[in-house]
């Protein structure tokens, strides 16, 4: 049988897409490490300049391994949609180009790389979509609810690489979660670029909580809800997370920004004092909901004065968890305003913010010291000599974790852990 790698790159929704060319794939394919490979497969993000360095540089380092096993090499995803002149001409060893939005194709073409050159065909190929081979540990798994975006902020490229906001048929999301489930999966973490703005291209209206409510049904033990633009966090939608068991009382809300003439500069709908007010709506509502949010510093134009708002409002609001950008030019309209906040001035604002949310969190982890938390264990840690987890609090790769010892643990099972220590960010404690 001839092999396959698949070199998956960017976000948890391009680790979607790559879950589901794996699915196609596998079984007309092997899967194997690329240097084992008649066939790799590097699935790109195109979002900002570092990624596509990144994504050069990788479908480069594949193109090298032609010279060994490799027979054929297929770029596919962000990259190769916005940029596929540039892919043919700059990496000629690139034997095929598939855009977002071709996916199911993947399959097809890549029997058809192989059908002439004396070898034996490709058979077995798989529907693309029927089926997902997990990247993820077993326990938790990313649910795609809508791909591509409609709200066009000046800075972002999704819509470009993307194209407009398409919600997935509730029925199908249903599907797909009731199998996720039976194959061990305990935690549903949802996903889109606009995640509050699920159903309305579909049903005419936002289908979030309904949505929501239908998963709860299944036999999932918890659901997480990332990228949830803060105009459109309702207050059903708070009453869900406080009140249902199933949802994980966490919620991410990219801000981006609290300054109202940034904001209208960046094309958000948000004005300062309204992202203010769902911050206080939410904690009001359930103090235990942990809030994620996403900030970015340079923005052209942005003043000392502006700044300082958003470090007072990380000061005041504490986000429990903050992903801090500086500003990037990209092709979008952003690069068109005047007044370029420097590269360094962007990297000392970036390290300002990180400053003011690691003594909110360290104050936060410290008045944890004696309580017992409950830990999802996911991994080994091997420096620390201890197990690795997660609370409720914490999503997988982005967030913080709880170190601790035991005597045994299984991976995805929640143990009881009294938390002894802080290490800035994370927790450390020992199971009970």
Request: charged fraction near 30%; charge should be negative; proline fraction near 3%.
């Amino acid at each position: 049988m001839r092999t396959f790698a698949l070199i998956s790159l960017g976000c948890d929704k391009n680790r979607v897409d790559s879950e589901r060319i794996l699915g196609a794939l596998n079984g007309a394919f092997a899967v194997a490490e690329p240097e084992n490979a008649d066939l790799i497969i590097v699935n790109t993000c195109a979002f900002i300049e570092s990624a596509r360095e990144e994504a050069v540089d990788t479908i480069l380092a594949a193109a090298s391994l032609k010279q060994k096993k490799c027979k054929k090499l297929m770029v596919v995803g962000c990259l190769a949609g916005l940029y596929a002149e540039d892919i043919k001409k700059g990496i000629p060893e690139v034997d095929a180009i598939v855009p977002v939005g071709n996916y199911a194709s993947v399959g097809k073409i890549a029997a058809e790389l192989f059908s002439d050159d004396g070898g034996e065909s490709v058979t077995g190929l798989r529907p693309f979509g029927s089926n997902r081979l997990l990247t993820t540990p077993q326990h938790y798994a990313y649910l795609k609810v809508a791909d591509g975006c409609d709200n066009h902020c000046t800075y972002c490229m999704i819509p470009a690489l993307r194209g407009r906001y398409a919600s997935v048929p509730l029925e199908e999301l249903v599907f797909e979660a009731e199998g996720l489930v039976r194959d061990g999966v305990k935690e549903l973490i949802l996903v889109a670029q606009d995640l509050t703005r699920y159903g309305k291209d579909l049903y005419g209206e936002y289908r979030l909580t309904e949505l929501l409510k239908r998963l709860i049904e299944t036999d999932v033990q918890r659901i997480r809800l990332m990228y949830c633009y803060p105009e459109l966090v309702t207050d059903k939608l708070i009453e869900l997370i406080s009140k249902e068991k199933k949802i994980a009382r966490y919620i991410d809300i990219p801000v981006q920004h609290i300054s109202d003439r940034i904001l209208k500069l960046m094309n958000r709908k948000s004005s300062g004092q309204s992202v203010r007010a769902l911050f206080d709506k939410i904690r009001a509502a359930d103090s235990d909901i942990a809030i994620r949010t996403t900030l970015m510093v340079g923005f052209p134009g942005e003043t000392e004065a502006e700044f300082g708002e958003l470090c007072e409002f990380v000061e005041q609001y504490k986000p429990d968890h903050v992903g801090v950008f500086a500003y990037s030019d990209e092709e979008t309209p952003s690069s068109r305003l005047p007044g370029k906040v420097s590269r360094r001035t962007k990297l000392a604002r970036v390290d300002k913010i990180g400053e003011l949310h690691l003594k909110n969190t360290v104050e936060k982890n410290r008045a944890l010291i004696g309580t017992t938390q409950r830990v999802l264990y996911e991994d080994i840690d091997y420096e620390r000599n201890m197990f690795r987890g997660r609370t409720e609090k914490n999503a997988p790769d982005t967030d913080a974790a709880v170190f601790f010892t035991a005597p045994f643990a299984d991976v995805g099972n929640i143990y009881d852990v009294r938390i002894t220590d802080v290490d800035d960010y994370d927790l450390i404690g020992e199971a009970e």
